[in-house]
């Protein structure tokens, strides 16, 4: 579908900027977001007479959106979902607002786009102009505008931005540990001009330094290493805050940081198992049974890197083929056979895991319901620390080795279990729709 979109920036509070960007680069980026191909900024009064030009023949349903307060996507989101499920004639966005209220985002189809311009040509506002069009009222999303005329509106502008870093696939470890630091880092960095793929491949170059530094006999290095690789964990949180801040996500900017982060894990695994070579050579298991007639550790690596790599092919076969993100914290176990739009035509919906904790002792309830944190990244970067901080890299690469094939067993019977519904859905004729994205 295409779009078109006028930004009306010819206000002071145009320049008013929130978390880094100006209230008129946020409402063109998401213009930009929503779909808008090409975006007018009207920035002085005298260029309001060029958008009936601007605009010429193109009939192309038209987004407006003032550049007084702040907005984010889901101010206008609602608004070309409306277009999409077939609505003609205008509609503004409301929520936060009484009753009859403009928020200073409407889209208009049809005759309703000349009309509308041809008045903001004239001189008319837009707030008289969308009166007279008797607007459909859509339901805005959440987090969706913010006034920014005094600084206590421009505080609770800040506050309710920030509001969107609170991810819902967050575990207790990152909410806890991570959010606590990522957070103010991630204000400081979106005032400046650092892009969110520049902070990963920053967060590439500190985890290769750490590997690095790892991969060495040294006792007091693989701690150094490893300390590095959990300050990089950190400052990778921020990528995505930026971005989510800034309106700058992007599927190169996700398929960037997952790829690093995977790296990251199979690189700093493959130097803490080569240290463990070097510090303790393959001589450290003799006392269980004579000399072996291999090094332990170098095996282990070996068996490591065939794990960690199987269990990375089947978390993003099932994240890309079967939920549709990119996204490792939206893996499914368990998929629902559900309609989709057409007559023969099925697609996978992700049964939410279920919280079996409640019929357990109350000693035991915690222990089932975060005791699966420890084997996610977060915790195993803390973890590994903390035994590099005592001299037990052992014991963490050994633990490394034994979770992955512990995993990759788990994440086997799951890819066995979706292969063989998909296979079932292709043998009873039914076609299995690719997921939304």
């Known amino acids: 579908m295409d779009l078109d979109a006028v930004v009306l920036a010819d206000s002071s509070l145009a320049a008013v900027r929130i978390a880094g960007l100006s209230a008129r680069e946020r409402a063109i980026r998401v213009a930009q977001r929503v779909g808008a191909t090409r975006v007018h900024v009207v920035d002085t009064a005298a260029q309001r007479a060029e958008l009936v030009a601007w605009y010429g023949v193109t009939g192309a349903p038209l987004l407006l959106l003032r550049a007084d307060q702040l907005v984010h996507t889901p101010l206008a989101q609602p608004l070309v979902d409306w277009l999409r499920g077939g609505g003609a004639g205008a509609a503004i966005a409301v929520g936060d607002l009484p009753a009859g209220t403009y928020g200073g985002a409407v889209v208009v189809t049809g005759a309703t786009v000349g009309a509308l311009l041809a008045g903001l040509a004239r001189g008319d506002t837009d707030t008289q102009l969308v009166d007279g069009l008797a607007p459909t009222r859509v339901l805005q999303g959440a987090i969706a505008r913010h006034a920014i005329r005094t600084p206590d509106e421009r505080r609770g502008a800040h506050q309710l931005l920030y509001r969107i870093l609170v991810k819902p696939q967050d575990n207790a470890i990152t909410r806890y540990l991570y959010r606590p630091v990522s957070f103010p880092l991630t204000r400081l960095l979106v005032w400046t001009p650092i892009t969110p793929n520049q902070v990963s491949y920053l967060v590439a170059v500190l985890v290769a330094v750490g590997c690095w530094l ?19 964990s950190y400052l990778d949180c921020c990528d995505g805050e930026i971005a989510r801040l800034k309106l700058r996500s992007s599927k190169l900017g996700a ?52 794990t960690y790599t199987a269990s990375i092919y089947v978390i993003y076969f099932n994240i890309i083929v079967a939920v549709g993100s990119a996204n490792s914290q939206d893996y499914a176990r368990h998929f629902d056979v559900v309609s989709a739009a057409e007559a023969n035509h099925v697609r996978l919906r992700p049964t939410p895991p279920v919280d079996s904790s409640a019929e357990l002792p109350a000693w035991l309830r915690p222990i089932v319901r975060y005791g699966p944190n420890i084997v996610r990244r977060d915790f195993i970067s803390w973890g590994a620390t903390v035994l590099a901080g005592l001299h037990l890299t052992q014991v963490a690469f050994s633990l490394f080795a034994v979770f992955g094939v512990i995993t990759v067993v788990i994440l086997g019977l799951d890819h066995l279990r979706l292969q063989a519904l998909r296979r079932s859905i292709a043998a009873s004729g039914r076609v299995l729709d690719a997921p939304a994205r």
Request: some cysteine.
């Open 255 to 306: 398929w960037l940081d997952t790829i690093i982060d995977e790296l990251s894990s199979l690189g700093y695994m493959v130097a803490l198992g080569w240290h463990c070579h070097l510090a303790f050579g393959p001589a450290y298991l003799d006392g269980l049974g004579g000399p072996l007639p291999f090094d332990p550790w170098v095996v282990a690596i070996a068996v490591s890197l065939v």
């Open 214 to 232: 790892t991969a060495r006999a040294s006792f007091d290095a693989a701690f150094a290493g490893t300390a590095i690789v959990l300050a990089a």
